[in-house]
């Protein structure tokens, strides 16, 4: 074969060769587009759905705090020969009779004098407030008796339903029957709102607030947020100890043996076990036996803890592993023992990838919510847990109860809000991981 | 010379101070050949039949060799007959791969170190280690040379650590090149630099032995020829044993020099012999490139 020939042949080859290149960066590329496309759809949909959730439909009514309502009286004051009972009593008699207040009647009379051609009754005017807005205005007068026989301009949350109205969120070609308000308050939400009297508002009530049924319109995620954060601090406190140094001891201690063969399958295969079933286990293990309370973010922190601790253990060993065996030699060579080489060398270098690890089974933690459904962590609680004991929501818990919340148009908005929440604490979880990530590297 | 005659020289050579309580230490295995050196010098580290087995394979045959102190001893030979499995036997290094296992004696002053008293830790303080690529720790020039001194607890104070510290780099022939940047990191420095960095962190323990398994086999010609240059001056002190690849640099540095081939010590005795008139007909093989 001559030389031309030879280079015949390969030129010949060479247009498919090329062809072959091209086509398998086409599919790469392509791969890439289709999973971009994929995460764009889905957080364009989430904050789509999400972001109008965090501005709510609120009046701003000038109430007149009237004497002739509120026929309570000054709180009592402690009088010379009152004991200390008589005067708790005498106290919450007095609240009693705030709180039975008929406060409605002054919100109602602050609607029909910002809209004062209204055709709607007390019932249809009162739909379009949210029903937690007298204990708003209780609360105004207890914190400044002052204010009786005086006008205030106060701002209320609209109730849902006038919210999905105003918003658009309830197909306003319904017939009357279909509707959640009817046509009066219809008209009155439309007319106040033309007015400037209801406006959208941030809703700081969102982070503010616990979860409630009766008032939809003022539910928060502050209660399932602090459980969360609860959760947190137990997994980290629990899981990332004790998976960090079964990490270090497999791979750097432990003899290299048919039982370490057999906890290493083990550990693997703990990973993939089905959440839920983790749930069972503390449900049978935690609460029958232990004890502990039910829906406690302790329980749910420690049925975690046990789902996150193969995660870690295997992302640490395999950062361990990535440590080159020379530096381990070098230690060894000069004369450190086992543990100094491991503590001194091999940790450092690691504390990287373990952070990752951490970070990585920290948040698969914080975004799991069948196991903590199976704890009772799917009760309505309407509290800010003050200890890891109390009663709690937990955030992705919180997700799955509006997204079943029979409220639809309503929830479908604040579920993709909460969302957008424990995805922004899971961003911001990542986004500390990255810097101390890079913190750390750039000191070794 | 035939290879009885040098055998029985070797073994009349022996030095009083090394002879041990243990009488198999003595015995020498025939299939070696040997020379003896002209001014036999005092044996620092003694080796007898020593096999290691990796797993079910055995990869060192029965080696037996003397080590003669404050000098260079040479392993050469193709890759895997077992010169560096052997050097690492030597700190027992070889302690920390799963499934080896090494059998024979070796002992360091007379004394024997796979004794069960013997701790590892005080053998390779005495027995230090440069391995073939320079791996300095990740952290400043000064932290490597002061971590050895520092966990044996060899410096009192702060100013006796700066002083190993700075006596350990001079004697490694870094000292100039590093006096300023003492605080920057060792991975920052060349190839060769590393490797000089990597020998005074091992002078930094005042080790009396220094192994160095192909110390310059990742380094470029003149940092080769630096290595080699303090090689020559470190022998005034240290008894350095050097695996290498390289025949010539065997031939440059070294005092005597071991010839290893598929696992067995197949010729040991001073390295002008041994390049000149060698007593093998494998050994003369190899050094004349025909194999290897």
Known sequence: ???????????????????????????????????????????????????????????????????????????????????????????????????????????????????????????????????????????????????????????????????????????????????????????????????????????????????????????????????????????????????????????????????????????????????????????????????????????????????????????????????????????????????????????????????????????????ETAPLLLIGMNAFVAQVPATPLDQSSALPVQIFLWQGNENRNFFEARTSAAIIVLLGLMLTLNAIAIFLRSRLEKRT | MTENTRLEATEMNMPAATILARSDLYHMPSTTVRTPDAEPRSAKVIARNVSVFYGPKQALFDVSIDIPEKSVTAFIGPSGCGKSTFLRCLNRMNDTIDGCRVSGQIALDGSDIFAPSLDVVELRARVGMVFQKPNPFPKSIYENVAYGPRIHGLARSKADLDEIVASSLQKASLWNEVKDRLHEPGTGLSGGQQQRLCIARAIAVSPEVILMDEPCSALDPIATARIEELIDELKQNFTIVIVTHSMQQAARVSQRTAFFHLGNLVEEGPTDLIFTSPGEKRTQDYITGRFG
């Open chain 1, 1 to 367: 074969m001559t030389s031309d020939e030879r280079l015949g042949l390969v030129r010949a080859g060479l247009a498919a060769r090329h062809a072959r290149e091209w086509r398998f960066r086409f599919y790469g590329i392509l791969a890439i587009l289709a999973a971009l496309s994929f995460i764009a759809i889905l957080f364009g949909m989430i904050l789509s759905r999400g972001l109008p959730a965090f501005t709510q439909a609120t009046l701003t009514l000038d109430v007149h705090f009237d004497a002739a309502v509120i026929k309570v009286g000054e709180r009592p004051t402690r009088t010379g020969n009152q004991s200390h009972a008589e005067y708790a009593k005498a106290v919450s008699d007095w609240e009693r009779k705030m709180t039975m207040v008929n406060w409605n009647r002054l919100i109602e009379a602050a609607v029909r004098e910002a809209a004062p051609d209204t055709k709607a009754n007390s019932r249809e005017i009162l739909s379009i407030v949210e029903t937690n807005a007298r204990f708003e205005l209780r609360d105004m007068l207890v914190a400044d008796p002052t204010l009786i026989g005086k006008t205030v301009q106060v701002s209320l949350l609209a109730s849902a339903n006038a919210d999905n109205w105003l918003k658009g969120n309830i197909d306003r070609a319904l017939p009357d029957a279909q509707q959640q308000l009817r046509e009066p308050a219809r008209a009155l939400a439309d007319q106040l709102k033309a007015e400037g009297k209801i406006r959208n508002a941030f809703a700081w009530h969102i982070f503010t607030n616990v979860d409630s049924r009766s008032a939809p319109a003022s539910a928060g995620l502050a209660g399932a947020f602090v459980g969360s954060l609860y959760m947190m601090l137990v997994v980290i406190v629990l899981a990332v100890p004790i998976g960090v140094m079964s990490a270090v001891y497999l791979e750097e201690f432990a003899p290299k043996n048919r039982f370490t063969d057999l906890i290493e399958v083990n550990i693997n295969n703990l990973a993939a076990v089905p959440s839920i079933v983790f749930g069972l286990l503390g449900a049978a293990v935690f609460i029958n036996y232990f004890r502990l309370p039910l829906s406690a973010p302790l329980v749910g922190g420690l049925v975690l803890s046990l789902m996150t601790l193969p995660t870690i253990i295997i992302a640490t060993r395999s950062a361990l592993r990535a440590v080159p065996p020379s530096l381990r030699q070098a230690a060894l060579g000069l004369g450190a023992s086992k543990t100094q080489t491991v503590f001194h060398h091999v940790l450092p270098v690691t504390y990287p990838g373990m952070l990752t690890a951490t970070i990585i089974g920290v948040a698969q933690a914080l975004g």
